[in-house]
Each structure stands twice: as C-alpha cells, then as structure tokens.
C-alpha cells in the first residue's frame, strides 16, 4: 500500500515522477506532514454524508484525506500539468473528481446545488493558493452558495485579519464584513517548514462558520459599501471618513449622532454592532 502524499517521500517520489517544480505565479507550496492534512481534514467538518469542495488539490496531499472522511470530494485545480498527476494519485479514491479550471470563473451557485441534490451539506476546504486568497474566500461569501463551514490555510497575516477583534491593529472594514456573517477562528497554526518549497511565512487554518445574525442590514452591498467607507482612511476620524463616504457634512453629523456615535471615534474602535446602527440610521429609518 502507498505511503500517504503528503509523506515527504511520496511527494518526491511524485515529482520525480512527473519531472514537476513549484509554479510560484500558482502559488505552489506543497504539504509535506502527512498529520496536519489528516487534521485539517477532520477540522473540515466532513462526514459521509457530505461533499467537500477543494481548491487547489496540488498533487492530492490534502484531496485523498479528504476523500476518507466525505462521501464526495469535487476538487479545482487550475494548472494543466496536474490533472493527469492526480489522476494517478487519487487513482484508488473513487469519490473524488478533480475539475480543470480556475475556481475564479467556476459556477459556485449551479455547482453547490447540484452537489445538494445528492450531499445533506456540501462545505469547502482546502490550503489557498495564496495570491488569491481574499478573490478566493470573497466569491464564496458574495455567492448564494449555500456553503456552512469553509476550513481553509492562509498566509497567517491575511488569517489575523479576518480574525481581528475589534480595537486591534488588524482589525480593519474584512474583519467587519466576514465577521457580519461568520463565526472566524482560527483552528490551526502551520509553520512554513512543512511546505515544499518552503514559503517565506507562516500559514494558519481559519474556520468560518455561517452565523444565524440577530441582526442583519436589509441590503448587505450597501452595509459593506458603507463600512469600507467608514474604514477609508484609517487614520482619519468616523465623521472624516463617513462625511466624505455621505458627501454631507451636516448630514453625517446628523446620523452620527442620532446613532449615538461620538464623531471622533475611529472605524477601528467600533463594533460590528455600532455599525449596524449606522447602517440603520442611515438607510432604514428613511422611508
Ligand atoms: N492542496 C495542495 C497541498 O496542500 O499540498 C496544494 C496547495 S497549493 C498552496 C495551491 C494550489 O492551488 C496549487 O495546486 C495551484 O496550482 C492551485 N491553484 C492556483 N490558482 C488556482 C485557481 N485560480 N483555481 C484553482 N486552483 C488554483
């Protein structure tokens, strides 16, 4: 029986193999501890009764564990030279079908439902490809997909964004945003000496978990809008950025106050739920 992939002798052995390197411009770090992709993959929330979306399987290191824990395992790799390197990999997980194409362009929504009509639940996780991580994690959330647990490896500077908490310095208008409508936590902390080739920062593994919101903003685009305004100028005050998000001075003194926020307050101090009750100053209460 096949040593795991993700055992640092069978992914030399593979791109031996294959005569393949690294293509750093598809951000190409591949995992070399055959325990932390089994991890990830029981983080995934996975079970047989699931399908599992994968972006990036690489050579397959993280695809065949979770090919073992969920009942399918749809998985899109853009680099041409890869397909027919899992092909041979996975070769013994008949669960698992790997799509060529870059996820950018993929019909999240069609593909999802689809999934649905077999999958209790289809979740998503992978090791990002990291030059496209936000793009990435943006087309899931901005799509309808219904997707409730999305597991995924970043670069652990993009990881303590999104799990900033309010009043830090990483804290910033996508830590609001996700935070709006996920339960983020980061759920693993990877060092880079378990990549080939080794990436010049550490990784974390992020858990979003869809929230059931007690509040939500009637039109979501215009929330984000408005809080990406708020955020413009970071060193600017609320009412700063906010008067020049409105283009009204009197306006935006008027709203701050009626939602009770003191003007020179800054976007990074204020919580999620200080900016829905601007959001609802704003555009709920007109009518
Ligand atoms: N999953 C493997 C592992 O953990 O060892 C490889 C992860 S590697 C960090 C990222 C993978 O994403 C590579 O296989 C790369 O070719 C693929 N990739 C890059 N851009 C992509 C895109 N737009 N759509 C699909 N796959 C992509």
């Not at 041979?88 to 009509?117: G, R």
């Not at 990784?203 to 408005?226: C, H, N, W």
């Not at 204020?270 to 609802?280: A, G, V």
């Amino acid at each position: 029986m096949n040593k795991p992939i993700a055992t640092m002798a069978r992914t030399n052995e593979i791109l031996e193999k294959y005569d393949l390197y690294a293509k750093k411009n598809f951000g190409q770090n591949f995992i070399i501890e055959p325990g932390i992709v089994e991890k990830i993959a029981r983080l995934s929330k996975a079970d047989e009764h699931s399908a599992v979306i994968e972006i990036g399987p690489g050579i397959g290191a993280l695809t065949e564990q979770l090919a073992h824990v969920a009942g399918q395992v749809l998985a899109f790799e853009i680099d041409d030279r890869l397909i027919d390197v899992l092909a041979d990999t996975l070769s013994a997980c008949l669960n698992v079908t790997v799509v060529h194409q870059d996820f950018l362009e993929a019909d999240l929504n069609a593909t999802v439902s689809q999934l649905k009509t077999t999958w209790d639940q289809v979740l998503v996780c992978a090791n990002l490809p990291y030059y496209i991580t936000t793009p990435i994690l943006f087309k899931i959330f901005e799509s309808k997909a219904d997707i409730p647990v999305i597991t995924v490896m970043m670069q652990k500077e993009v990881a303590d964004r999104f799990t900033a908490s309010v009043s830090t310095k990483d804290y910033n208008a996508l830590s609001v945003i996700v935070q709006y409508q996920y339960q983020v936590q980061t759920v693993m902390k990877i060092p880079k000496t378990i990549f080939n080739p080794r990436p010049a920062v550490d990784s974390a593994v992020v858990q979003f978990t869809k929230k059931q919101p007690d509040r939500i903003a009637g039109d979501e685009a215009l929330f984000f809008a408005m809080v990406k305004g708020c955020f413009k100028q970071r060193r600017k005050t609320l009412y700063n950025n906010f008067r020049e998000y409105l283009q009204d001075k009197e306006e935006a003194m008027r709203l701050l106050n009626e939602a009770g926020l003191e003007p020179s307050l800054r976007a990074e101090t204020m919580t999620l739920d200080q900016f829905l009750d601007l959001y609802e100053v704003t555009y709920e209460t007109k009518s």
